[in-house]
């Protein structure tokens, strides 16, 4: 049996009146969110820390340094003493009447337990390979080639901070 749709009804003015100063202080705190913040005030090193903390060239720079150390560490490992070892072991029952394929009289049904094992270990040292003495010296080139480039990164965020501190103070004045 189908539901009756339900009858729509108006809003009442006793409704209205309820939510009326609501809307206002709603209507009101948006026009204040809208509003600027007053100025920040700031000392030349906290301007200086907020620049190159925020700055996303020197978070890249940072990560280049994290990732040319990385290439460094890993050519000089290629360089280093290598050290393999590898060990097996087993533990065996047979049962003799299985391995001759004849049932046995008079003697055991089982053989065993036979142990056995093999150890091996390999030791590796490159003596002349040219190619990974090139690749760490590249390595070591293009960390300092990083570093150098964070520093440039960084002194350049610092003068244009501190250019831009200066007019300020100055405009102020």
Avoid at 22 to 39: M, T, V, Y
Avoid at 94 to 119: F, H, K, M, S, V
Wanted: overall charge positive; glycine content about 6%; aromatic content about 4%.
């Amino acid at each position: 049996m189908p539901r009756p749709a339900p009858k729509e009804q108006a809003a009442s003015p006793a409704r209205r009146r309820r939510w009326g100063p609501a809307l206002l202080c709603l209507g009101a705190a948006s026009l204040l969110a809208g509003a600027e913040p007053p100025p920040l005030t700031l000392t030349l090193a906290q301007a200086l820390r907020t620049a190159l903390e925020q700055n996303p060239d020197v978070h890249r720079s940072l990560l280049a340094i994290a990732q040319s150390q990385e290439d460094r560490r890993s050519a000089a490992a290629a360089l280093k003493p290598a050290v393999q070892a590898d060990a097996q072991g087993q533990r065996l029952r047979l049962n003799l009447d299985t391995e001759l394929g004849t049932a046995t009289r008079g003697g055991p049904e089982i053989a065993g337990p036979y142990t056995w094992g093999i150890a091996e270990v390999q030791a590796s040292v490159p003596v002349f390979d040219l190619t990974l003495w090139s690749r760490w010296k590249a390595a070591r080139h293009e960390e300092a080639t990083a570093e150098a480039r964070a520093k440039e990164v960084r002194e350049s965020i610092t003068a244009l901070v501190v250019g831009q501190y200066l007019r300020i103070q100055r405009s102020a004045a």
